[in-house]
């Protein structure tokens, strides 16, 4: 698996997760965990999903400039980028 794609599933573990401990702590009207409530949706489902868009876009970014640097090369010099075998 791709590292977006496990950032991905992991960041929507850790925000229900997140959602699960908020509701348990409204039930029960003990906000004594509310910093480590906020550090675990903040940290953990807004960097870990910001980390997968990050990664998916490079990926693609990269990868589209590389095609098209090699055949913008091709169009120019007339021949292929693929070595000879």
Do not use: C
């Not at 004594?32 to 980390?51: D, R, T």
């Amino acid at each position: 698996m791709k590292a977006s794609s496990l950032s991905f599933q992991a960041a929507v573990l850790l925000v229900v997760a997140g959602m699960i401990w908020g509701i348990v702590m409204a039930i029960s009207g003990d906000h004594a965990a509310m910093p480590a409530h906020a550090h675990l949706n903040l940290l953990g489902w807004v960097s870990l999903f910001l980390f997968g868009i990050f990664d998916h876009l490079a990926d693609m970014l990269l990868f589209g400039w590389l095609v098209y640097r090699r055949e913008a090369t091709e169009r120019v010099t007339g021949r292929t980028a693929m070595p000879a075998e």
